[in-house]
T-cell receptor
Framework: DAKTTQPNSMESNEEEPVHLPCNHSTISGTDYIHWYRQLPSQGPEYVIHGLTSNVNNRMASLAIAEDRKSSTLILHRATLRDAAVYYCILRRGAQKLVFGQGTRLTINP | ETGVTQTPRHLVMGMTNKKSLKCEQHLGHNAMYWYKQSAKKPLELMFVYNFKEQTENNSVPSRFSPECPNSSHLFLHLHTLQPEDSALYLC?????????????FGPGTRLTVL
């Protein structure tokens, strides 16, 4: 499985944008980049995924580097409810999701 | 509410007990999963079922026994567990196995083995 590297923790303020980085230098051409998050006392939930182009949905945006060796999850206006552990995962075809340690995001009021 | 429910939400059992965890998905999905999340460790995939057939067993000890009677229900039968089996057990489902398939997780069962 191709590996991802994320900072252990990040901190931001409420109503400010948050940029969560992920490095995946060994990504292959068919690997999709998935982001999930896990709120306290809950199971993980899907946030967004992409292959090559930047992606937007109601929760977040995903910016993918041109060489695909890194990506950034962007929360445009963080709220206290966005405090969670964010996981960046590479997935190829029918491979299983492999969760790492993720980034613990703290939002200050 | 993700459409995946798990019962019970909390379970305390002794090492000689037998118990079962239940998962139900209301999403019409074909694939279901059991994960284990121990304290300060990443989620670990335990079992995968696709169309009721087990397609993956990640070297899970036999004291954990999964059962998938239909595409909507998944059970994890537990017997003679060890204290180190205490963890959050999460169930998930997805439409199929494609690389873009989103997995929907339940809230988990917090298991404590005494």
């Amino acid at each position: 499985d191709a590996k991802t590297t994320q900072p252990n923790s990040m901190e931001s303020n409420e109503e400010e944008p948050v940029h969560l980085p992920c490095n995946h230098s060994t990504i292959s051409g068919t690997d999709y980049i998935h982001w999930y998050r896990q709120l306290p006392s809950q199971g993980p939930e899907y946030v967004i995924h992409g292959l090559t182009s930047n992606v937007n949905n109601r929760m977040a945006s995903l910016a993918i580097a041109e060489d695909r060796k890194s990506s950034t999850l962007i929360l445009h206006r963080a709220t206290l409810r966005d405090a969670a552990v964010y996981y960046c995962i590479l997935r190829r075809g029918a491979q299983k999701l492999v969760f790492g340690q993720g980034t613990r995001l703290t939002i200050n009021p | 509410e993700t459409g995946v429910t798990q019962t019970p939400r909390h379970l305390v059992m002794g090492m000689t007990n037998k118990k079962s965890l239940k998962c139900e998905q209301h999403l019409g999905h074909n694939a279901m999963y059991w994960y284990k999340q121990s304290a300060k460790k990443p989620l670990e995939l335990m079992f995968v079922y696709n169309f009721k057939e087990q397609t993956e067993n990640n070297s899970v000890p036999s004291r954990f026994s999964p059962e998938c009677p239909n595409s909507s229900h998944l059970f994890l039968h537990l017997h003679t567990l060890q204290p180190e089996d205490s963890a959050l057990y999460l169930c998930a489902s997805s439409q199929d196995f494609a690389g873009t398939d989103t997995q929907y997780f339940g809230p988990g069962t917090r298991l404590t083995v005494l």
